[in-house]
Structures are given as structure tokens and as C-alpha cells.
């Protein structure tokens, strides 16, 4: 399943980047994390290709990873995540939806891996 597009959340490209980083490495840490149904969408193809560089675990990859996100997450990604979802051909993320966001009525979502 195809999901997301290029939705740019009103920020430029550099502000895109470091939003998409600052989730990507919430999400390796913790595991999952609750943010608007829209960034849910976007990050899900971007962690996908992370996960499956992961999963590759060659230097090409660790290099790739390491430019992206900071090394100990990098590490934590290729030596907990990847060997996890190594029998998966795809789909390593799932999305929840929450409802709506009290204050602003934003439709919010939890993104985690999948088992």
C-alpha cells in the first residue's frame, strides 16, 4: 500500500528535513509516537526506506542512515529494528487513527512498528 505524498506542512525544504529527522528518531526510540494523522502519512514512506537500508546492514547503508539520523539512533535502528522486521517484505509501519485533537480539532494518529 502506497500511502502519503509530497505534503510540505507550510515550511520550506530544510524545515521539512529536520521535522522528518526530529520524527523519524522519536519513533526508533520510543517505539511509537501519537502526531497529526497528515505526518503520519508522510513520514510512514520515509521510515520505510530507512528500515529497509536497515535491514541491507552493509556500510553502504550504515553510511546512508548515519547522514540522515544521529549515530546512536542509527545503531539502535540497524542492530534492534532491522533484524526484527527482517522476515517482513514491507509494511513496517502501522497508523492508528486517534480522532481529533481537543484544541484544534486536528485528526491525530499513532504510528508504531509492526510486529
Known sequence: MQRGNKRK???EKKQRKALYKALVTSLIEHGK???????AKSLA???DKLIKRAIKNDAVARKYI????N???AKKLTSE???KLKDRK???TRITKLGQRRSDGA?????????
Request: hydrophobic share 40%.
Open 90 to 92: 514491507g509494511g513496517y
Open 71 to 73: 549515530v546512536g539512533t
Open 33 to 39: 509516537i501519537k502526531t497529526t494523522e497528515a505526518k
Open 81 to 83: 529494528i532491522g533484524p
Open 45 to 47: 514512506p520515509v521510515l
Open 66 to 69: 548515519s547522514e540522515l539520523i
Open 9 to 11: 506542512f507550510g515550511r
Open 107 to 115: 485528526p491525530m494518529a499513532l504510528i508504531e512498528f509492526t510486529s
